[in-house]
């Protein structure tokens, strides 16, 4: 299967999907993001398939959700599967973004970290805001040692994005850091905090993470759900689905406050704007 936004492709038991925006660093459209889980369902229902690894095209993992290339749709209507909310592209205002973004985003990012088999994140570059979404719900992160990380959005006013999982993944005062700043932070810190769990030199970042891959793809695929399941559970417990949710209303408090006072939800920040602000 191939899609101009998304790539899948099957080596033995592991399915490699492949966001394929590279002339945009892998910026997340919507298209992108149903091609995404169009891809995903593919692997979910594939028997041969144990393991799934998410990766980008080109130079860059993800540099997040789409907020300005040629192809932005965010008023195009795409049939809703994460939430069961009604059409965004007939509402206006806060019910407008909130309804797009509890399923594009919020939604999305958390069905596929229900996916039952294990997912690793294959991460060159740049992992950036949306990103970062993206390599947090799967369940390992293998990164080159190029990569970089960061989430950005506060300097649009904004506390962090939809998929609010940094004082569970970076512990509560890196996470201060990480958002109070705006800063990137590079793969040897992301490993030493426990958010990345190898990392490699970029020659080998393909190679590294299927083998990583092949070897998860050993185990018995039902005890890999049921142990998935379990970390996810006490994630849970220790309050993250709770304190997601919280979170994503004090986003849109943020959105619904820059339209109010700057006729802009993004504060008037586009791609071009946070890159340079980012030095």
């Given at each position: 299967?191939?899609?101009?936004?998304?790539?899948?492709e099957?080596r033995?038991?592991?399915?490699i999907?492949?966001?394929?925006?590279?002339?945009?660093?892998?910026?997340q459209?919507?298209?992108?993001t149903?091609?995404?889980?169009?891809a995903?369902?593919?692997?979910?229902?594939d028997?041969?398939?144990?393991?799934?690894?998410?990766?980008?095209?080109g130079?860059?993992?993800?540099?997040?959700?789409?907020i300005?290339?040629?192809?932005?749709?965010?008023?195009?209507s795409f049939?809703?599967r994460?939430?069961?909310?009604w059409?965004?592209?007939?509402k206006?205002?806060?019910?407008?973004?909130?309804?797009?973004?509890m399923?594009?985003?919020?939604?999305m990012?958390?069905?596929?970290?229900?996916?039952?088999k294990p997912?690793?994140?294959?991460?060159?570059?740049?992992?950036?805001?949306?990103?970062?979404?993206?390599?947090?719900?799967?369940?390992?992160?293998?990164?080159?040692?190029d990569?970089?990380?960061?989430?950005?959005v506060?300097?649009?006013?904004?506390?962090?994005?939809?998929?609010?999982?940094?004082?569970?993944?970076?512990?509560?005062?890196?996470?201060?850091?990480?958002?109070?700043?705006g800063?990137?932070?590079?793969?040897?810190?992301?490993?030493?905090?426990?958010?990345?769990n190898?990392?490699?030199?970029?020659?080998a970042?393909?190679?590294?993470?299927?083998a990583?891959a092949?070897?998860?793809a050993?185990?018995?695929?039902?005890?890999l759900?049921?142990?998935?399941?379990?970390?996810?559970?006490?994630?849970?417990?220790?309050?993250?689905?709770?304190?997601?949710?919280?979170?994503?209303?004090?986003?849109?408090v943020?959105?619904?406050?820059?339209?109010?006072?700057?006729?802009?939800?993004?504060?008037?920040?586009?791609?071009?704007a946070?890159?340079?602000?980012?030095?």
């Amino acid at each position: 299967m191939m899609s101009d936004e998304v790539r899948y492709e099957r080596r033995g038991p592991v399915a490699i999907v492949t966001m394929n925006r590279p002339r945009y660093r892998n910026a997340q459209n919507s298209a992108m993001t149903y091609a995404l889980d169009d891809a995903f369902t593919r692997a979910v229902d594939d028997d041969e398939v144990a393991v799934i690894v998410l990766a980008g095209a080109g130079d860059h993992f993800s540099a997040g959700h789409d907020i300005g290339t040629p192809e932005r749709d965010a008023d195009t209507s795409f049939p809703r599967r994460a939430v069961t909310w009604w059409d965004h592209t007939s509402k206006a205002g806060a019910d407008r973004r909130y309804a797009r973004e509890m399923e594009v985003y919020l939604g999305m990012c958390r069905r596929w970290r229900e996916i039952p088999k294990p997912s690793v994140a294959m991460v060159q570059g740049a992992c950036v805001a949306g990103g970062l979404m993206l390599a947090w719900v799967c369940d390992l992160i293998v990164a080159a040692e190029d990569a970089f990380f960061a989430d950005p959005v506060l300097r649009m006013g904004i506390p962090g994005v939809e998929y609010f999982a940094h004082p569970w993944v970076l512990g509560p005062r890196f996470a201060r850091e990480v958002l109070f700043t705006g800063d990137r932070f590079g793969a040897r810190r992301a490993y030493e905090i426990g958010m990345v769990n190898r990392i490699v030199p970029r020659a080998a970042l393909e190679t590294e993470t299927l083998a990583l891959a092949a070897r998860i793809a050993e185990m018995p695929p039902f005890g890999l759900a049921l142990a998935k399941r379990a970390v996810n559970l006490c994630e849970d417990q220790m309050g993250m689905r709770a304190g997601m949710d919280s979170v994503f209303g004090l986003h849109h408090v943020a959105h619904s406050h820059n339209a109010e006072v700057s006729a802009d939800p993004l504060a008037g920040l586009d791609a071009k704007a946070m890159k340079k602000a980012a030095g």
